[in-house]
């Protein structure tokens, strides 16, 4: 139950601006006044990014970025499995944001782009949350089996099937293993 309280307490700080803006600049009228008629309120819209303006991160762990490089200072994370709104495209990296509305950028290859749709539907499918601080997702329900991938508290998978203490996962790239049962839950 610790777990989820810090995750709350950490999204709640997210969600206040508590940690961070992006690195997103804009300038908006103050409280009761309007927006000059010849400049509109800014807006960030999908640009060339065709159906695919959604996306899941597919690692345990993925960093996003105040800039689209390497050595840009680290703007957020965000766990496998939780979706994000994908606005720009500039060259392997885009400008996404997440649930809790921060905005930074993410390299190609640390998350699945895909249409709303089927961001909707990963969310609604039946999801199991990571409970262990860190476990190995297997590919046979053995602890010396080989790795599938990582994952950490908070991560959220597909339940698959359940093989004796082991619940069968599905991430969302598609790969799929094993985790021990008690290290996730509904």
Request: with cysteine.
């Amino acid at each position: 139950m610790r777990l989820f309280s810090a995750l709350t307490v950490m999204l709640g700080a997210l969600a206040a601006g508590g940690l961070g803006t992006g690195g997103l600049s804009v300038s908006t009228p103050g409280p009761g006044a309007e927006a000059p008629a010849n400049r509109p309120a800014p807006r960030i819209t999908p640009r060339a990014l065709a159906q695919e303006t959604w996306g899941i991160s597919c690692l345990s762990v993925a960093s996003a970025r105040e800039a689209p490089e390497h050595k840009a200072e680290l703007g957020t994370q965000v766990l496998l499995g939780h979706s994000v709104r994908v606005w720009q495209e500039a060259g392997s990296w885009f400008f996404i944001e997440t649930a809790d509305g921060y905005r930074a950028w993410l390299e190609e290859g640390t998350f699945v782009r895909c249409s709303k749709a089927e961001s909707d539907a990963w969310n609604q499918s039946e999801l199991l949350i990571v409970t262990a601080w860190e476990e190995v997702v297997r590919e046979q329900p053995a602890a010396d089996a080989a790795p599938v991938s990582d994952v950490v508290a908070g991560n959220l998978v597909k339940k698959a099937g359940r093989r004796q203490d082991w619940l069968e996962v599905e991430l969302p790239d598609g790969r799929r293993g094993f985790l021990p049962g008690g290290s996730a839950e509904p």
